[in-house]
């Protein structure tokens, strides 16, 4: 491989011998073929790792030493005239190609470092040094690669004699004392795990303690001296042992002290690429796979894209996905439609484990539905009758073993059944003026709550026993959260407030200034989606307690209509309307990615499948329940024309 400009320098080193002395190394390099050092020379190979990654002695411009050619910003240290003729690109007239080069930005220089740096890693050192060279560029300061390769050879004594050169080149005063002290700590252990007792001990009495740091880790130190053997000590100090991998991660969190101009933090290059990557599917409104970090499973060299467009397949008006992502992960088409209702269906919600679909009728019943994991196709598994009012709210006990099952405004009853035996385990009513529209369970599965708009908030175990209640709450919605003591409640007062049913408090969460019809939780307890009368669906921060974004599209009226987080990570939000339409938004985009139509009513509830993040289903006034899933296959030839189409 030859550099840019070094044409001269290699019709030199045909005319005559390499010269001796320092010039020996540089020309070695320069006469190499394919970025390889030349052969038969010990020089040679030393300045294949001129790079400053590898030990070398400090440069002062002259001698016969070839280790100073590790300085001087990578370049080879001028004075002598055969290294300056080759590297310059031989001849005088002072015509060198380096004058010639236009200077690098602070940018380029960083790129440059940047990928050196990932050559280095993959042991390309000799490329490395190339790059270094043509460009002008340091990788590192020589004093942190002096420190670089004295930590990683163990040479602890040479090590903290490297500190004192870094000291003026670290913006805090105490990142050397820290330093140091993670240095003797290494250098504590090792001795340690070598059966070197009384070295390890002097290095803890003479060495640690006068740093006067962090004594509570010295006491932890202290305690390892009691370990009977090797295995013992890597288990309790939860340490690699004495070793590269050890050293590499000391080396690590060594480098967090020391600024990136002299020393780069490490795979600094791999981690600008994922936190890249991670950026784009971030903000890609359609991405519905599991986020992976490993940067092997995507391609570098094109952006990410999961779709475009609109198309309407079967009534349903969704997004036309680019290269078949979304095709592949979106619920935007109707793979099934359940009929099997006879009336209006008010509510569906699958369980915990995405096995089972329930959905709940005007017509008194409550199916469970069985998903094919396979094949995700539905089949009628049980039928629960005898639910006089009808079925207007479904809730799942969190081990999917009991459903509990409420009515309308008019309900005072409320059914605990059996999922596996469908057999009703309790039926309470603690009164005929009681109206018990709404139920969640606590996380312990052995008690959950349940109210209504006429003042009644109970808590109950599984056979239906009142534990606590409070008074004058109605009741339009609830949760509980996951601390198993703090209940939410939407109320007639247009709010949320949290309540504790241990010590008797309550605190206002959420303030809307219509009424909410319903609410539901992140799984991570962190933010709570709203339907809100005349207005629609808003998503609120209940940590910040502020509201994040209202979502546009959605026709909300006095209807109770629920609405869901879905897909992976929870990143998308879907809801039914009254326009007789499931809305798709992406939880930061208020305008919906997808209009999915195909019902002829009201749609009440959707429900995304916890487990299948391509499966949804919505149930609607129509008497149906429609799943919703990824769109058939079509080839990337169909795409196009039917982009090309729509364009047209």
């Known amino acids: 491989m030859q550099a840019n400009g070094a044409g001269g320098g290699q019709q030199q080193q045909q005319q005559q011998p390499p010269p001796q002395g320092p010039a020996g190394p540089e020309l070695g390099c320069l006469g190499a073929q394919n970025g390889e050092a030349s052969a038969g020379t010990a020089a040679g190979d030393q300045l294949a790792h001129a790079n400053g990654l590898l030990p070398s002695a400090n440069s002062s411009g002259g001698g016969g030493s070839p280790g100073g050619?590790?300085?001087?910003?990578?370049?080879?240290?001028?004075?002598?005239?055969?290294?300056?003729?080759?590297?310059?690109?031989?001849?005088?007239?002072?015509?060198?190609?380096?004058?010639?080069?236009?200077?690098?930005?602070?940018?380029?220089?960083?790129?440059?470092?940047?990928?050196?740096?990932?050559?280095?890693?993959?042991?390309?050192?000799?490329?490395v040094d190339l790059l270094m060279q043509e460009s002008g560029c340091r990788l590192e300061h020589p004093s942190a690669t002096k420190f670089r390769n004295h930590v990683m050879e163990g040479e602890w004594d040479k090590a903290e004699n490297d500190l004192n050169e870094?000291?003026?080149?670290?913006?805090?005063?105490?990142?050397?004392?820290?330093?140091?002290?993670?240095?003797?700590?290494?250098?504590?252990?090792?001795?340690?795990?070598?059966?070197?007792?009384?070295?390890?001990l002097q290095v803890l009495r003479c060495e640690l303690t006068p740093l006067k740091?962090?004594?509570?880790?010295?006491?932890?130190?202290?305690?390892?001296?009691?370990?009977?053997?090797a295995e013992d000590l890597r288990a309790k100090a939860e340490w690699e042992g004495k070793g590269t991998a050890s050293?590499?991660?000391?080396?690590?969190?060594?480098?967090?002290?020391?600024?990136?101009?002299?020393?780069?933090?490490?795979?600094?290059?791999?981690?600008?690429?994922?936190?890249?990557?991670?950026?784009?599917?971030?903000?890609?409104?359609?991405?519905?796979?599991?986020?992976?970090?490993?940067?092997?499973?995507?391609?570098?060299?094109?952006?990410?894209?999961?779709?475009?467009?609109?198309?309407?397949?079967?009534?349903?008006?969704?997004?036309?996905?680019?290269?078949?992502?979304?095709?592949?992960?979106?619920?935007?088409?109707?793979?099934?439609?359940?009929?099997?209702?006879?009336?209006e269906v008010w509510f569906c919600k699958f369980s915990n484990d995405g096995t089972k679909l329930a959905t709940g009728s005007k017509d008194t019943t409550v199916i469970i539905w069985q998903v094919d994991p396979d094949t995700h196709q539905l089949k009628l598994l049980k039928t629960l009758e005898g639910h006089a009012y009808g079925v207007s709210y479904i809730a799942w006990s969190p081990d999917d073993n009991y459903l509990v099952a409420c009515g309308p405004d008019d309900?005072?009853?409320?059914?605990?059944?059996?999922?596996?035996?469908?057999?009703?385990?309790?039926?309470?009513?603690?009164?005929?003026?009681?109206?018990?529209?709404?139920?969640?369970?606590?996380?312990?599965?052995?008690?959950?709550?349940?109210?209504?708009?006429?003042?009644?908030?109970?808590?109950?175990?599984?056979?239906?026993?009142?534990?606590?209640?409070?008074?004058?709450?109605?009741?339009?919605?609830?949760?509980?959260?996951?601390?198993?003591?703090?209940?939410?409640a939407s109320d007639t007062h247009q709010r949320i407030r949290g309540y504790n049913f241990e010590d008797l408090t309550d605190r206002n969460i959420v303030q809307e200034d219509h009424p909410i019809m319903s609410f539901t939780i992140s799984k991570n307890g962190r933010l709570a989606l709203l339907n809100v009368?005349?207005?629609?669906?808003?998503?609120?921060?209940?940590?910040?307690?502020?509201?994040?974004?209202?979502?546009?599209?959605?026709t909300q009226g006095f209807y109770t209509i629920h609405s869901c987080f879905g897909g992976h990570n929870e990143d998308f939000i879907a809801s039914g309307s009254e326009d007789h339409k499931v809305y798709i938004w992406h939880k930061r985009s208020e305008l919906p990615i997808a209009e999915l139509t195909g019902h002829t009513r009201?749609?009440?509830?959707?429900?995304?499948?916890?487990?299948?993040?391509?499966?949804?289903?919505?149930?609607?006034?129509?008497?149906?329940?429609?799943?919703?899933?990824?769109?058939?296959?079509?080839?990337?030839?169909?795409?196009?024309?039917?982009?090309?189409?729509?364009?047209?």
């Not at 010639?100 to 940047?114: G, M, P």
Request: glycine residues 8%.
């Open 602 to 648: 009201t749609v009440n509830c959707v429900s995304w499948n916890p487990q299948i993040p391509s499966m949804m289903a919505s149930a609607s006034d129509d008497g149906t329940v429609r799943i919703w899933g990824p769109a058939p296959f079509v080839d990337n030839q169909d795409i196009e024309e039917e982009c090309s189409s729509m364009d047209s």
């Open 411 to 488: 309900c005072s009853e409320l059914w605990l059944w059996n999922v596996q035996t469908g057999e009703l385990r309790t039926k309470m009513s603690q009164s005929h003026e009681d109206s018990l529209t709404s139920v969640a369970w606590n996380p312990d599965g052995k008690r959950f709550v349940t109210g209504g708009q006429r003042g009644q908030f109970y808590q109950c175990d599984l056979d239906g026993n009142l534990l606590d209640s409070w008074e004058g709450v109605r009741v339009q919605c609830l949760w509980c959260l996951s601390d198993g003591k703090t209940v939410l």
């Open 247 to 343: 050293r590499s991660k000391l080396l690590d969190k060594l480098q967090t002290y020391l600024p990136p101009s002299v020393m780069l933090p490490p795979r600094r290059l791999q981690n600008l690429l994922r936190q890249a990557v991670e950026l784009q599917r971030d903000r890609c409104l359609y991405h519905n796979t599991k986020l992976d970090s490993n940067l092997d499973s995507v391609s570098l060299l094109i952006d990410h894209v999961c779709s475009r467009g609109l198309r309407s397949v079967c009534g349903a008006l969704y997004m036309l996905p680019c290269l078949g992502i979304m095709r592949k992960q979106f619920p935007c088409y109707t793979q099934q439609i359940l009929t099997e209702h006879c009336n």
């Open 213 to 229: 740091y962090n004594t509570e880790r010295i006491h932890v130190l202290s305690g390892y001296l009691m370990c009977s053997h």
């Open 166 to 200: 870094l000291k003026a080149l670290v913006h805090s005063p105490h990142a050397i004392v820290r330093m140091k002290f993670l240095l003797l700590q290494q250098k504590y252990l090792e001795y340690l795990e070598d059966g070197k007792v009384l070295e390890a």
């Open 69 to 127: 050619l590790s300085v001087n910003n990578g370049v080879p240290a001028a004075g002598g005239p055969g290294p300056a003729a080759a590297e310059l690109g031989g001849g005088g007239g002072g015509g060198s190609a380096l004058k010639k080069k236009k200077r690098l930005s602070q940018s380029d220089e960083d790129v440059i470092r940047l990928i050196g740096q990932h050559l280095h890693g993959l042991g390309l050192n000799q490329t």
């Open 533 to 554: 009368a005349t207005q629609g669906v808003h998503l609120w921060d209940l940590q910040d307690r502020v509201l994040v974004r209202k979502y546009q599209g959605v």
